[in-house]
């Protein structure tokens, strides 16, 4: 009887290993980069806008995500330097994207040339 409930109490600790286990192995990822298109590696806010865009705010500017590639937003069309630090990014109800910079904030109509 002792040994029936040893062999028991082992096959549970073995399984709930092999569960946590599985439970720390890390989903599939890509790590976005400069060289993809990113103005600079240190994100400091990010929104998923209503159309699915991932708009991503660096030290070095805004950039929008349409799920293949990575776009700057431009300075010129928008009013702002290229290397502008993004502290936060907002949408509203209208589809409009405002981004908050150290100089003020900037709004953008939401539509992305892809």
């Not at 240190?42 to 998923?48: E, G, P, R, S, W």
Request: a neutral charge; hydrophobic letters at 40%; aromatic letters at 8%.
């Amino acid at each position: 009887m002792t040994n029936h409930l040893i062999t028991i109490l082992v096959g549970l600790f073995l399984g709930f290993q092999t569960l946590a286990q599985q439970a720390l192995t890390l989903p599939a990822y890509r790590q976005y980069t400069m060289r993809d298109g990113l103005s600079q590696m240190q994100v400091i806010a990010m929104l998923q806008d209503s159309r699915g865009y991932l708009w991503i705010g660096t030290k070095g500017g805004l950039n929008c995500f349409n799920g293949g590639k990575i776009n700057r937003i431009a300075s010129r069309q928008h009013g702002f330097s290229t290397n502008e630090y993004i502290r936060d990014i907002a949408e509203d109800t209208a589809g409009r994207i405002w981004a908050c910079t150290h100089n003020g904030i900037v709004m953008i109509d939401g539509e992305v040339q892809a």
